[in-house]
Protein backbone atom coordinates (compact mmCIF):
# COMPACT_ATOMS: atom_id res chain seq x y z
CA UNK A 1 0.00 0.00 0.00
CA UNK A 2 1.51 3.28 -1.06
CA UNK A 3 1.67 6.76 1.14
CA UNK A 4 -1.60 7.85 -0.66
CA UNK A 5 -3.74 4.68 -0.48
CA UNK A 6 -2.93 5.30 3.43
CA UNK A 7 -3.79 8.12 4.03
CA UNK A 8 -6.66 8.14 2.41
CA UNK A 9 -7.90 4.66 3.85
CA UNK A 10 -7.28 7.09 7.42
CA UNK A 11 -9.22 9.67 6.72
CA UNK A 12 -12.06 7.55 5.59
CA UNK A 13 -11.99 5.71 9.14
CA UNK A 14 -14.91 6.51 11.13
CA UNK A 15 -15.09 9.08 14.19
CA UNK A 16 -15.98 7.85 17.51
CA UNK A 17 -16.18 10.75 20.77
CA UNK A 18 -16.29 9.03 23.99
CA UNK A 19 -15.92 10.07 27.59
CA UNK A 20 -14.77 8.56 30.58
CA UNK A 21 -16.52 9.18 34.03
CA UNK A 22 -17.39 8.12 38.06
CA UNK A 23 -16.21 9.18 41.03
CA UNK A 24 -12.63 10.06 42.16
CA UNK A 25 -10.18 7.17 42.17
CA UNK A 26 -11.73 5.02 39.95
CA UNK A 27 -8.37 5.37 37.80
CA UNK A 28 -10.33 6.73 34.27
CA UNK A 29 -7.23 7.86 33.37
CA UNK A 30 -5.59 5.02 34.49
CA UNK A 31 -7.70 2.89 31.78
CA UNK A 32 -7.03 4.93 28.82
CA UNK A 33 -3.42 5.14 29.43
CA UNK A 34 -3.77 1.75 29.67
CA UNK A 35 -5.57 1.36 26.89
CA UNK A 36 -3.11 3.43 24.49
CA UNK A 37 -0.24 1.44 26.01
CA UNK A 38 -1.51 -2.22 25.72
CA UNK A 39 -2.79 -0.81 21.59
CA UNK A 40 0.68 -0.01 20.76
CA UNK A 41 -0.13 3.81 20.47
CA UNK A 42 2.30 5.70 22.26
CA UNK A 43 5.79 7.26 20.33
CA UNK A 44 8.95 5.89 22.20
CA UNK A 45 9.76 9.30 23.58
CA UNK A 46 6.27 9.40 25.32
CA UNK A 47 6.93 5.74 27.06
CA UNK A 48 10.93 6.86 28.09
CA UNK A 49 9.25 9.98 29.68
CA UNK A 50 5.99 8.03 31.21
CA UNK A 51 8.74 5.15 32.96
CA UNK A 52 10.50 8.45 34.23
CA UNK A 53 7.34 9.94 35.77
CA UNK A 54 5.98 6.75 37.33
CA UNK A 55 9.43 7.00 39.07
CA UNK A 56 9.03 10.77 40.56
CA UNK A 57 5.46 11.38 41.07
CA UNK A 58 3.58 8.20 40.14
CA UNK A 59 1.14 6.74 42.60
CA UNK A 60 0.85 2.88 40.97
CA UNK A 61 3.32 1.47 43.17
CA UNK A 62 7.29 1.03 43.14
CA UNK A 63 8.49 -0.51 39.87
CA UNK A 64 4.58 -0.16 38.18
CA UNK A 65 3.50 2.00 35.44
CA UNK A 66 1.49 4.66 36.26
CA UNK A 67 -0.82 5.29 33.15
CA UNK A 68 -2.74 7.57 34.42
CA UNK A 69 0.40 10.20 33.78
CA UNK A 70 -0.28 10.10 29.81
CA UNK A 71 -3.21 12.49 30.43
CA UNK A 72 -3.01 14.33 33.80
CA UNK A 73 -0.72 16.67 32.60
CA UNK A 74 -2.02 19.45 34.79
CA UNK A 75 0.60 20.26 38.07
CA UNK A 76 -2.27 20.15 40.13
CA UNK A 77 -3.71 17.03 38.32
CA UNK A 78 0.10 15.17 38.73
CA UNK A 79 0.29 16.26 43.16
CA UNK A 80 -3.28 15.16 43.94
CA UNK A 81 -3.47 12.18 41.58
CA UNK A 82 -6.86 13.29 40.40
CA UNK A 83 -8.29 15.38 36.73
CA UNK A 84 -9.39 18.39 36.92
CA UNK A 85 -9.52 19.88 33.60
CA UNK A 86 -11.21 17.70 30.65
CA UNK A 87 -8.54 16.01 28.98
CA UNK A 88 -8.41 15.15 25.51
CA UNK A 89 -6.48 12.11 23.88
CA UNK A 90 -6.96 11.42 20.24
CA UNK A 91 -5.57 7.68 18.76
CA UNK A 92 -6.39 5.69 15.93
CA UNK A 93 -6.57 1.82 15.52
CA UNK A 94 -6.63 0.41 12.28
CA UNK A 95 -10.39 0.07 12.77
CA UNK A 96 -11.39 3.66 14.06
CA UNK A 97 -10.13 7.31 14.83
CA UNK A 98 -10.95 8.21 18.55
CA UNK A 99 -11.74 11.18 20.61
CA UNK A 100 -11.30 10.37 23.99
CA UNK A 101 -12.31 12.96 26.78
CA UNK A 102 -10.85 12.44 30.27
CA UNK A 103 -13.58 14.03 32.96
CA UNK A 104 -13.01 15.11 36.22
CA UNK A 105 -14.32 12.48 39.26
CA UNK A 106 -14.70 15.01 42.11
CA UNK A 107 -18.23 16.91 42.91
CA UNK A 108 -16.73 19.74 42.07
CA UNK A 109 -15.73 19.70 38.73
CA UNK A 110 -18.82 18.49 37.64
CA UNK A 111 -19.78 21.25 35.02
CA UNK A 112 -16.24 19.74 33.51
CA UNK A 113 -18.06 16.47 32.84
CA UNK A 114 -21.06 17.65 31.67
CA UNK A 115 -18.91 20.14 28.77
CA UNK A 116 -16.69 16.66 27.84
CA UNK A 117 -20.21 15.04 27.68
CA UNK A 118 -21.95 17.22 25.28
CA UNK A 119 -20.11 16.76 22.20
CA UNK A 120 -19.48 12.27 23.24
CA UNK A 121 -21.08 9.73 21.16
CA UNK A 122 -20.47 7.31 23.69
CA UNK A 123 -20.02 6.79 27.79
CA UNK A 124 -17.86 4.68 29.90
CA UNK A 125 -18.70 5.22 33.27
CA UNK A 126 -16.22 3.69 35.81
CA UNK A 127 -17.05 2.09 39.02
CA UNK A 128 -15.09 0.77 41.58
CA UNK A 129 -15.62 -2.72 42.88
CA UNK A 130 -14.78 -2.06 45.97
CA UNK A 131 -17.47 0.75 46.54
CA UNK A 132 -19.94 0.06 44.09
CA UNK A 133 -22.68 2.49 42.74
CA UNK A 134 -21.95 5.52 44.55
CA UNK A 135 -23.68 9.27 44.51
CA UNK A 136 -21.16 10.64 41.62
CA UNK A 137 -21.93 7.13 39.85
CA UNK A 138 -25.50 8.53 39.61
CA UNK A 139 -24.82 12.02 39.13
CA UNK A 140 -22.78 11.20 36.12
CA UNK A 141 -25.45 8.45 35.27
CA UNK A 142 -28.23 11.55 35.17
CA UNK A 143 -26.53 13.33 33.53
CA UNK A 144 -25.28 11.03 30.44
CA UNK A 145 -28.86 10.18 30.41
CA UNK A 146 -29.77 14.55 30.15
CA UNK A 147 -27.24 14.79 27.41
CA UNK A 148 -29.00 12.43 25.34
CA UNK A 149 -26.02 9.78 25.18
CA UNK A 150 -27.33 6.43 23.21
CA UNK A 151 -23.77 4.23 24.35
CA UNK A 152 -23.28 3.07 27.35
CA UNK A 153 -20.06 0.99 28.46
CA UNK A 154 -20.50 0.46 32.34
CA UNK A 155 -16.66 -0.51 33.49
CA UNK A 156 -16.88 -2.27 36.67
CA UNK A 157 -12.77 -1.50 37.88
CA UNK A 158 -10.31 -2.77 40.14
CA UNK A 159 -12.16 -6.54 39.77
CA UNK A 160 -8.32 -7.61 40.98
CA UNK A 161 -8.69 -6.33 44.34
CA UNK A 162 -12.17 -7.87 44.65
CA UNK A 163 -10.36 -11.21 43.92
CA UNK A 164 -12.23 -11.20 40.21
CA UNK A 165 -15.37 -12.08 41.69
CA UNK A 166 -18.38 -12.77 39.35
CA UNK A 167 -20.41 -12.03 42.58
CA UNK A 168 -20.00 -8.53 42.75
CA UNK A 169 -20.03 -7.90 39.24
CA UNK A 170 -23.38 -9.09 38.94
CA UNK A 171 -24.17 -6.82 42.72
CA UNK A 172 -23.01 -3.68 41.15
CA UNK A 173 -24.64 -4.76 37.94
CA UNK A 174 -28.04 -4.95 39.47
CA UNK A 175 -27.53 -2.16 41.31
CA UNK A 176 -26.91 0.24 38.28
CA UNK A 177 -29.80 -1.54 36.67
CA UNK A 178 -32.07 -0.36 40.03
CA UNK A 179 -31.18 2.81 39.45
CA UNK A 180 -31.34 3.26 35.87
CA UNK A 181 -34.40 1.65 35.10
CA UNK A 182 -36.41 5.54 34.68
CA UNK A 183 -33.46 7.36 32.42
CA UNK A 184 -33.35 6.71 28.61
CA UNK A 185 -30.98 4.42 28.21
CA UNK A 186 -31.47 2.26 25.65
CA UNK A 187 -28.04 0.34 24.82
CA UNK A 188 -26.05 -0.22 28.16
CA UNK A 189 -23.11 -2.63 28.02
CA UNK A 190 -21.15 -4.28 31.31
CA UNK A 191 -17.56 -5.02 31.41
CA UNK A 192 -15.27 -6.30 34.65
CA UNK A 193 -11.81 -5.19 34.01
CA UNK A 194 -8.68 -4.43 36.13
CA UNK A 195 -7.40 -1.07 34.28
CA UNK A 196 -3.84 -1.47 36.13
CA UNK A 197 -3.08 -5.18 35.14
CA UNK A 198 -5.05 -4.81 31.68
CA UNK A 199 -7.52 -7.49 32.25
CA UNK A 200 -10.27 -7.19 29.54
CA UNK A 201 -9.09 -3.81 28.22
CA UNK A 202 -7.45 -4.96 24.90
CA UNK A 203 -7.13 -8.34 25.51
CA UNK A 204 -9.68 -11.48 27.10
CA UNK A 205 -8.33 -12.06 31.06
CA UNK A 206 -7.19 -15.58 31.93
CA UNK A 207 -8.64 -14.16 35.58
CA UNK A 208 -12.40 -14.04 34.73
CA UNK A 209 -13.40 -17.02 32.23
CA UNK A 210 -16.94 -16.50 33.65
CA UNK A 211 -17.05 -13.36 31.95
CA UNK A 212 -18.27 -14.28 28.22
CA UNK A 213 -17.90 -10.40 26.23
CA UNK A 214 -15.38 -9.05 24.88
CA UNK A 215 -12.96 -6.53 25.85
CA UNK A 216 -13.35 -3.18 26.24
CA UNK A 217 -11.28 -1.88 22.58
CA UNK A 218 -13.19 -4.15 20.38
CA UNK A 219 -16.57 -3.24 21.62
CA UNK A 220 -15.71 0.52 21.59
CA UNK A 221 -14.22 0.13 17.48
CA UNK A 222 -17.49 -2.08 16.63
CA UNK A 223 -20.15 0.20 18.43
CA UNK A 224 -22.51 2.04 15.45
CA UNK A 225 -22.69 5.64 16.20
CA UNK A 226 -24.45 6.67 12.69
CA UNK A 227 -27.48 6.12 14.49
CA UNK A 228 -26.95 8.78 16.41
CA UNK A 229 -26.91 11.77 13.63
CA UNK A 230 -30.13 13.17 12.91
CA UNK A 231 -29.98 13.46 8.96
CA UNK A 232 -33.54 14.14 8.58
CA UNK A 233 -34.46 17.65 9.92
CA UNK A 234 -31.75 20.16 8.24
CA UNK A 235 -31.09 22.31 10.38
CA UNK A 236 -28.37 25.23 9.16
CA UNK A 237 -27.38 28.26 11.99
CA UNK A 238 -25.94 31.23 9.57
CA UNK A 239 -22.80 31.81 11.20
CA UNK A 240 -21.23 34.15 8.31
CA UNK A 241 -22.76 36.60 5.25
CA UNK A 242 -20.28 36.15 2.28
CA UNK A 243 -20.21 38.99 -0.18
CA UNK A 244 -16.68 39.33 -2.14
CA UNK A 245 -18.54 41.09 -5.07
CA UNK A 246 -21.57 42.16 -6.47
CA UNK A 247 -21.98 38.24 -8.44
CA UNK A 248 -21.65 36.37 -4.67
CA UNK A 249 -23.49 36.07 -2.07
CA UNK A 250 -22.96 33.35 0.41
CA UNK A 251 -24.04 31.79 3.99
CA UNK A 252 -21.50 29.92 5.60
CA UNK A 253 -21.63 27.72 8.69
CA UNK A 254 -21.74 24.47 10.07
CA UNK A 255 -25.26 21.77 9.13
CA UNK A 256 -26.11 21.16 12.58
CA UNK A 257 -28.23 18.10 11.52
CA UNK A 258 -30.00 17.04 8.84
CA UNK A 259 -28.86 16.64 4.58
CA UNK A 260 -29.17 19.30 2.29
CA UNK A 261 -28.75 19.13 -2.20
CA UNK A 262 -29.05 21.90 -4.37
CA UNK A 263 -32.39 22.65 -6.17
CA UNK A 264 -34.10 22.01 -2.43
CA UNK A 265 -36.59 24.51 -1.32
CA UNK A 266 -35.67 26.40 1.93
CA UNK A 267 -36.87 28.91 4.24
CA UNK A 268 -35.47 31.38 5.82
CA UNK A 269 -35.94 31.98 9.70
CA UNK A 270 -37.37 34.25 11.05
CA UNK A 271 -38.26 36.06 7.84
CA UNK A 272 -40.23 33.11 6.49
CA UNK A 273 -38.77 33.61 2.81
CA UNK A 274 -38.39 30.78 0.89
CA UNK A 275 -35.89 30.53 -1.98
CA UNK A 276 -34.05 27.27 -3.69
CA UNK A 277 -30.44 26.45 -3.04
CA UNK A 278 -28.11 27.15 -5.96
CA UNK A 279 -24.87 26.19 -4.89
CA UNK A 280 -23.07 24.33 -1.49
CA UNK A 281 -19.81 25.95 -1.82
CA UNK A 282 -16.48 24.58 -0.30
CA UNK A 283 -12.79 25.03 -0.11
CA UNK A 284 -12.58 21.77 -1.96
CA UNK A 285 -15.18 22.33 -4.41
CA UNK A 286 -19.13 22.43 -5.01
CA UNK A 287 -20.98 19.84 -3.39
CA UNK A 288 -24.07 17.68 -4.96
CA UNK A 289 -24.90 17.32 -1.23
CA UNK A 290 -24.03 18.31 2.64
CA UNK A 291 -24.83 16.64 5.80
CA UNK A 292 -24.43 17.35 9.44
CA UNK A 293 -21.52 18.05 10.67
CA UNK A 294 -20.22 19.35 7.38
CA UNK A 295 -18.94 23.17 7.43
CA UNK A 296 -20.12 24.88 4.25
CA UNK A 297 -21.44 27.77 2.23
CA UNK A 298 -24.75 27.76 0.69
CA UNK A 299 -25.66 30.33 -2.26
CA UNK A 300 -29.54 30.92 -3.29
CA UNK A 301 -31.18 31.21 -6.25
CA UNK A 302 -32.80 34.38 -4.77
CA UNK A 303 -31.42 37.39 -3.00
CA UNK A 304 -33.27 36.85 0.26
CA UNK A 305 -31.95 39.20 3.60
CA UNK A 306 -30.69 36.42 5.81
CA UNK A 307 -28.06 37.58 9.05
CA UNK A 308 -25.51 35.79 10.95
CA UNK A 309 -27.55 34.20 14.48
CA UNK A 310 -30.23 33.58 11.84
CA UNK A 311 -31.12 29.65 10.63
CA UNK A 312 -31.99 28.04 6.76
CA UNK A 313 -34.39 24.87 7.10
CA UNK A 314 -36.20 23.23 4.55
CA UNK A 315 -39.51 24.48 3.66
CA UNK A 316 -42.06 22.03 4.93
CA UNK A 317 -39.50 20.45 7.96
CA UNK A 318 -39.94 23.77 10.42
CA UNK A 319 -38.10 24.16 13.87
CA UNK A 320 -40.32 25.52 16.87
CA UNK A 321 -39.81 29.38 16.72
CA UNK A 322 -40.53 30.49 20.09
CA UNK A 323 -39.43 33.23 22.58
CA UNK A 324 -40.74 30.95 25.42
CA UNK A 325 -39.27 27.60 26.71
CA UNK A 326 -38.71 25.02 29.12
CA UNK A 327 -35.68 23.19 29.74
CA UNK A 328 -33.53 21.29 31.88
CA UNK A 329 -30.28 22.89 33.31
CA UNK A 330 -27.42 21.79 35.00
CA UNK A 331 -25.71 24.60 37.07
CA UNK A 332 -22.10 25.32 36.25
CA UNK A 333 -21.38 28.55 38.81
CA UNK A 334 -20.80 29.44 42.31
CA UNK A 335 -23.60 31.84 42.14
CA UNK A 336 -26.43 30.04 42.27
CA UNK A 337 -29.66 30.58 39.76
CA UNK A 338 -32.67 32.00 40.76
CA UNK A 339 -36.38 32.92 39.05
CA UNK A 340 -36.04 36.59 37.22
CA UNK A 341 -32.25 36.82 36.87
CA UNK A 342 -31.16 38.06 33.32
CA UNK A 343 -28.44 35.93 31.54
CA UNK A 344 -27.49 35.61 28.13
CA UNK A 345 -28.56 32.69 26.09
CA UNK A 346 -26.32 31.27 23.63
CA UNK A 347 -28.03 28.88 21.21
CA UNK A 348 -26.61 27.17 17.96
CA UNK A 349 -25.20 30.80 16.48
CA UNK A 350 -27.72 33.53 18.06
CA UNK A 351 -26.95 35.11 20.78
CA UNK A 352 -29.70 37.08 23.38
CA UNK A 353 -30.95 37.92 26.60
CA UNK A 354 -33.16 35.45 28.61
CA UNK A 355 -34.88 35.51 31.82
CA UNK A 356 -35.17 33.35 34.09
CA UNK A 357 -39.76 33.48 34.52
CA UNK A 358 -39.79 30.45 36.71
CA UNK A 359 -37.34 27.86 38.74
CA UNK A 360 -39.79 24.52 38.44
CA UNK A 361 -37.94 22.09 40.20
CA UNK A 362 -34.20 20.26 41.49
CA UNK A 363 -33.77 16.89 40.66
CA UNK A 364 -32.32 14.40 43.73
CA UNK A 365 -29.23 12.86 42.18
CA UNK A 366 -29.92 9.67 44.54
CA UNK A 367 -33.51 9.05 43.66
CA UNK A 368 -34.50 10.79 40.89
CA UNK A 369 -37.16 12.79 42.57
CA UNK A 370 -37.94 16.15 41.87
CA UNK A 371 -38.31 18.78 44.69
CA UNK A 372 -39.87 22.54 44.14
CA UNK A 373 -36.78 25.00 44.38
CA UNK A 374 -35.83 28.54 45.06
CA UNK A 375 -32.61 28.14 43.47
CA UNK A 376 -30.13 25.98 41.94
CA UNK A 377 -26.36 26.11 43.74
CA UNK A 378 -23.00 24.69 41.63
CA UNK A 379 -23.16 21.32 39.85
CA UNK A 380 -26.99 20.77 41.15
CA UNK A 381 -29.89 20.08 37.95
CA UNK A 382 -33.19 21.23 37.89
CA UNK A 383 -35.88 22.50 34.83
CA UNK A 384 -37.10 25.81 34.44
CA UNK A 385 -38.83 28.29 32.21
CA UNK A 386 -37.14 30.92 30.41
CA UNK A 387 -38.18 34.06 28.15
CA UNK A 388 -36.04 35.79 25.50
CA UNK A 389 -36.70 38.47 23.40
CA UNK A 390 -35.75 37.49 20.40
CA UNK A 391 -37.26 34.60 18.86
CA UNK A 392 -35.33 30.89 19.37
CA UNK A 393 -35.56 28.39 16.29
CA UNK A 394 -35.52 25.16 17.92
CA UNK A 395 -36.60 21.23 18.97
CA UNK A 396 -36.42 18.95 21.61
CA UNK A 397 -33.00 18.14 22.82
CA UNK A 398 -34.57 14.61 22.64
CA UNK A 399 -34.87 14.92 18.74
CA UNK A 400 -32.27 16.84 18.04
CA UNK A 401 -28.81 17.43 20.55
CA UNK A 402 -27.80 20.30 18.21
CA UNK A 403 -30.70 22.75 18.02
CA UNK A 404 -31.86 21.69 21.50
CA UNK A 405 -29.08 22.31 23.54
CA UNK A 406 -28.20 26.15 24.83
CA UNK A 407 -26.10 27.47 27.41
CA UNK A 408 -26.55 30.84 29.57
CA UNK A 409 -24.12 33.10 30.24
CA UNK A 410 -23.54 35.49 33.22
CA UNK A 411 -23.49 39.28 31.96
CA UNK A 412 -21.40 40.86 34.11
CA UNK A 413 -18.20 37.79 34.23
CA UNK A 414 -18.41 36.60 31.24
CA UNK A 415 -18.57 32.88 32.59
CA UNK A 416 -20.60 29.87 31.12
CA UNK A 417 -23.38 29.43 33.83
CA UNK A 418 -25.01 26.79 32.81
CA UNK A 419 -25.98 24.11 30.40
CA UNK A 420 -29.75 24.01 29.37
CA UNK A 421 -31.57 21.04 27.29
CA UNK A 422 -35.08 22.26 25.76
CA UNK A 423 -37.81 20.06 26.60
CA UNK A 424 -40.60 21.86 24.82
CA UNK A 425 -41.61 25.49 23.60
CA UNK A 426 -44.28 27.11 25.64
CA UNK A 427 -46.96 29.14 24.15
CA UNK A 428 -47.63 32.44 24.95
CA UNK A 429 -51.59 32.57 24.92
CA UNK A 430 -51.83 29.74 27.31
CA UNK A 431 -49.27 29.67 30.41
CA UNK A 432 -47.84 26.43 31.66
CA UNK A 433 -49.97 24.36 33.46
CA UNK A 434 -48.94 24.70 36.72
CA UNK A 435 -50.43 28.17 37.15
CA UNK A 436 -52.20 28.36 39.90
CA UNK A 437 -55.50 30.10 38.55
CA UNK A 438 -56.16 27.36 36.01
CA UNK A 439 -59.71 28.15 36.08
CA UNK A 440 -59.32 30.76 32.83
CA UNK A 441 -59.52 28.14 30.34
CA UNK A 442 -62.10 26.07 32.30
CA UNK A 443 -65.59 26.16 30.26
CA UNK A 444 -68.12 25.04 32.91
CA UNK A 445 -71.55 23.55 32.28
CA UNK A 446 -74.83 24.65 33.56
CA UNK A 447 -74.84 22.43 36.19
CA UNK A 448 -72.61 23.50 39.32
CA UNK A 449 -70.73 21.64 41.76
CA UNK A 450 -73.26 22.47 44.37
CA UNK A 451 -76.21 20.93 42.32
CA UNK A 452 -74.19 17.69 42.26
CA UNK A 453 -73.16 17.76 45.44
CA UNK A 454 -76.56 18.10 46.31
CA UNK A 455 -78.03 15.50 44.07
CA UNK A 456 -74.76 13.06 44.98
CA UNK A 457 -74.94 13.87 48.74
CA UNK A 458 -71.10 14.32 48.59
CA UNK A 459 -69.03 16.66 46.87
CA UNK A 460 -66.77 15.82 44.25
CA UNK A 461 -62.92 14.85 45.65
CA UNK A 462 -59.72 13.14 44.29
CA UNK A 463 -58.34 10.49 46.95
CA UNK A 464 -54.80 10.05 45.88
CA UNK A 465 -53.04 6.81 47.57
CA UNK A 466 -49.11 6.87 47.42
CA UNK A 467 -46.17 5.27 49.19
CA UNK A 468 -46.74 1.09 49.61
CA UNK A 469 -46.60 -0.36 46.15
CA UNK A 470 -48.80 -2.98 47.48
CA UNK A 471 -50.96 -2.36 49.65
CA UNK A 472 -52.13 1.19 48.47
CA UNK A 473 -53.90 -0.08 45.51
CA UNK A 474 -55.59 -2.86 47.43
CA UNK A 475 -56.87 -0.17 49.92
CA UNK A 476 -57.89 2.10 46.81
CA UNK A 477 -60.47 -0.15 45.61
CA UNK A 478 -61.46 -1.17 49.36
CA UNK A 479 -62.41 2.24 49.84
CA UNK A 480 -64.21 2.60 46.31
CA UNK A 481 -66.30 -0.64 47.13
CA UNK A 482 -67.17 0.59 50.41
CA UNK A 483 -68.42 3.86 49.77
CA UNK A 484 -70.42 2.57 46.38
CA UNK A 485 -71.94 0.60 48.97
CA UNK A 486 -73.24 3.51 50.75
CA UNK A 487 -74.44 4.91 47.79
CA UNK A 488 -71.85 7.43 46.70
CA UNK A 489 -70.49 8.08 43.37
CA UNK A 490 -66.70 6.80 43.49
CA UNK A 491 -64.69 5.21 40.99
CA UNK A 492 -61.28 3.57 41.22
CA UNK A 493 -58.75 3.94 37.68
CA UNK A 494 -55.88 1.47 37.99
CA UNK A 495 -52.62 2.44 37.02
CA UNK A 496 -52.34 -0.01 34.65
CA UNK A 497 -56.01 1.49 32.67
CA UNK A 498 -53.74 4.58 32.36
CA UNK A 499 -50.33 3.43 30.45
CA UNK A 500 -52.55 0.85 28.52
CA UNK A 501 -55.03 3.68 27.29
CA UNK A 502 -54.89 7.38 27.77
CA UNK A 503 -50.99 6.93 28.47
CA UNK A 504 -50.48 4.10 25.70
CA UNK A 505 -48.47 6.79 23.42
CA UNK A 506 -45.50 8.06 26.26
CA UNK A 507 -43.41 5.40 28.05
CA UNK A 508 -42.05 5.39 31.68
CA UNK A 509 -38.89 6.65 31.53
CA UNK A 510 -37.79 9.74 34.02
CA UNK A 511 -38.13 12.30 31.22
CA UNK A 512 -41.86 10.69 30.43
CA UNK A 513 -42.81 11.55 34.22
CA UNK A 514 -44.29 15.34 33.09
CA UNK A 515 -46.53 14.16 30.63
CA UNK A 516 -47.81 11.55 33.24
CA UNK A 517 -48.71 14.05 36.18
CA UNK A 518 -50.19 16.43 33.54
CA UNK A 519 -52.36 13.93 32.19
CA UNK A 520 -53.26 12.45 35.92
CA UNK A 521 -53.92 15.98 36.74
CA UNK A 522 -56.39 16.73 33.78
CA UNK A 523 -58.18 13.81 33.96
CA UNK A 524 -58.76 13.97 37.65
CA UNK A 525 -59.75 17.75 37.16
CA UNK A 526 -62.85 16.35 34.65
CA UNK A 527 -63.90 13.64 37.00
CA UNK A 528 -64.01 15.85 40.20
CA UNK A 529 -65.67 18.43 37.90
CA UNK A 530 -68.31 15.65 37.64
CA UNK A 531 -68.88 15.15 41.33
CA UNK A 532 -67.17 11.77 41.33
CA UNK A 533 -65.66 10.43 44.48
CA UNK A 534 -61.87 9.39 42.09
CA UNK A 535 -59.51 7.36 43.42
CA UNK A 536 -56.49 5.98 42.21
CA UNK A 537 -52.96 5.41 43.59
CA UNK A 538 -49.34 6.33 42.52
CA UNK A 539 -46.50 4.29 42.79
CA UNK A 540 -44.02 6.50 42.95
CA UNK A 541 -45.08 10.31 44.01
CA UNK A 542 -42.38 13.28 44.95
CA UNK A 543 -42.62 17.02 45.99
CA UNK A 544 -42.93 18.45 42.61
CA UNK A 545 -45.38 15.76 41.40
CA UNK A 546 -48.05 16.48 44.15
CA UNK A 547 -47.10 20.20 43.59
CA UNK A 548 -47.72 20.10 40.38
CA UNK A 549 -50.64 17.56 40.64
CA UNK A 550 -52.58 19.83 43.16
CA UNK A 551 -52.21 23.15 40.49
CA UNK A 552 -53.96 21.04 37.90
CA UNK A 553 -56.47 20.08 40.08
CA UNK A 554 -57.53 23.23 41.25
CA UNK A 555 -59.46 24.56 42.25
CA UNK A 556 -61.08 21.20 43.72
CA UNK A 557 -59.22 19.40 46.55
CA UNK A 558 -57.04 16.63 46.38
CA UNK A 559 -56.47 14.12 49.31
CA UNK A 560 -53.29 12.59 49.55
CA UNK A 561 -53.07 9.61 51.70
CA UNK A 562 -49.96 8.01 52.43
CA UNK A 563 -49.24 4.56 53.06
CA UNK A 564 -46.00 3.40 54.98
CA UNK A 565 -42.73 4.85 54.56
CA UNK A 566 -42.97 7.89 52.21
CA UNK A 567 -39.37 10.39 50.94
CA UNK A 568 -42.46 13.32 50.35
CA UNK A 569 -42.75 16.65 52.57
CA UNK A 570 -45.12 16.17 55.41
CA UNK A 571 -47.07 19.07 54.42
CA UNK A 572 -47.99 17.00 51.16
CA UNK A 573 -49.67 14.39 52.68
CA UNK A 574 -53.48 14.85 54.40
CA UNK A 575 -53.35 11.51 56.30
CA UNK A 576 -50.53 9.12 57.02
CA UNK A 577 -51.31 5.08 57.78
CA UNK A 578 -48.92 2.40 58.79
CA UNK A 579 -49.10 0.03 55.80
CA UNK A 580 -49.36 -3.02 58.42
CA UNK A 581 -52.59 -1.62 60.15
CA UNK A 582 -56.03 -3.93 59.52
CA UNK A 583 -57.94 -2.72 56.23
CA UNK A 584 -61.15 -2.26 58.41
CA UNK A 585 -59.62 0.04 60.43
CA UNK A 586 -57.82 1.53 57.92
CA UNK A 587 -60.66 2.43 55.99
CA UNK A 588 -62.48 3.59 59.02
CA UNK A 589 -59.69 6.32 58.93
CA UNK A 590 -59.72 7.41 55.60
CA UNK A 591 -63.64 7.70 55.69
CA UNK A 592 -63.29 9.78 58.55
CA UNK A 593 -61.28 12.35 56.88
CA UNK A 594 -62.83 11.79 53.69
CA UNK A 595 -66.02 12.72 55.40
CA UNK A 596 -64.27 16.13 56.69
CA UNK A 597 -63.67 16.72 53.27
CA UNK A 598 -66.62 16.06 51.08
CA UNK A 599 -69.71 15.88 52.81
CA UNK A 600 -72.49 18.37 53.52
CA UNK A 601 -74.51 20.05 56.21
CA UNK A 602 -77.38 17.34 56.36
CA UNK A 603 -75.26 14.68 54.91
CA UNK A 604 -72.47 12.43 56.01
CA UNK A 605 -70.43 9.48 54.80
Not at 524 to 529: K, S
Not at 551 to 571: C, Q, R, W, Y
Request: net charge negative; aromatic share 6%.
Amino acid sequence: MDIDQFLDQHENKSLLRLLTCGSVDDVKSTLIGRLLYDSKLIFDDQLSTLHADSEKVGNAGKGEIDYALLLDGLKAEREQGITIDVAYRYFATPKRKFIIADTPGHEQYTRNMATGASTADLALILIDARLGVITQTKRHTFLVSLLGLKHIVVVINKMDLKDYDQKVFNSIKADFEAFSAELDMPEVTFIPISALKGDNVVEPSSNMDWYTGGPLLPILEEVDVAGGINLDDFRFPVQLVSRPDLNFRGFAGTVASGTVRPGDRIKALPSLKESTIKRIVTADGDLDEAFAPQSIMLELNDEIDISSGEMIVHAENMPHISTHLEASIVWMTEKPIKEGQTYVIRHTSRSTKAKITELKYQVDINTLQRHPAEELQLNEIGCITLTTPLPLFFDSYTENRETGSFILIDPITTVTAGAGMIKRHLSIDQPDAETNLPEFQWEPGRVSPGNRAQRNRHKGKWVLFIGDAEHAPQLAKDLEYKLFNKHLQSYYLGLSNLTEGLEADIGDSFWDREEHIRRIGELGRILTDAGLIFINSLERADDYDLTRLKALHAPNELLVIAIGESTVDAKHIDLQLDADGETEELIKTIEAELDRHTGLPEYNI
